[in-house]
């Protein structure tokens, strides 16, 4: 699987793939928040269909591209692709590691889901939202830690 991802990234880059998703983007709207919310919503449902580790091998090298080009710090997209698709793993209809948690613990999916869906909304949006418009809280401890500015 991590084989056929790092073709298809590579035939992605080759042929160009990010100036022209950010062409698409900058038509629909010019403003860089709009287009952070844009990825936003791409990479929640590339997390809802596919696992962390695919995802972020096709999402890293077709969106960094674009990032830099509005002016985002990689280090901070980092993290937003983090939460994305740690919220696109618990995000029905796909859920994968919702339906791992159900059949480790026993649980029934359909009970499941309410509790799960009061945790996106009241706990993981809030934190994308900060993640992904207040770079300072994404950057804090890379600022600190390494000396990034």
Same mark, same amino acid.
Do not use: H, T
């Given at each position: 699987m991590v084989f056929g991802i790092?073709?298809? @990234?590579?035939i992605y880059i080759m042929e160009d793939l990010p100036t022209k998703i950010?062409? =698409?983007? %900058? /038509?629909? @709207?010019?403003? %860089?928040? /709009?287009? &952070?919310? /844009?990825? $936003?919503?791409? /990479?929640?449902v590339m997390g809802m269909l596919m696992d962390d580790t695919s995802a972020c091998m096709l999402c890293t090298p077709i969106l960094v591209p674009i990032i830099k080009e509005i002016g985002v710090s990689p280090i901070q997209f980092a993290a937003i692709l983090s939460v994305n698709l740690g919220m696109g793993n618990v995000t029905?209809? !796909?859920?994968? &590691? &919702?339906?791992l948690a159900g @059949?480790?613990?026993?649980?029934?999916? $359909? +009970?499941? =889901? +309410?509790? !799960?869906?009061?945790? =996106?909304?009241?706990?993981?949006?809030?934190?994308l939202i900060l993640t992904t418009y207040?770079?300072?809280? @994404?950057?804090?401890l890379p600022r600190l830690i390494l000396g990034i500015k």
């Open positions: 790092n073709m298809l @990234s590579r950010l062409d =698409i983007l %900058k /038509m629909v @709207s010019e403003n %860089k928040y /709009m287009i &952070l919310l /844009m990825l $936003n919503i791409f /990479m929640v029905p209809p !796909c859920a994968p &590691l &919702l339906y @059949s480790l613990g026993g649980a029934q999916i $359909n +009970k499941m =889901i +309410k509790p !799960c869906m009061y945790y =996106i909304f009241l706990g993981w949006i809030p934190v207040i770079p300072d809280i @994404s950057l804090f």
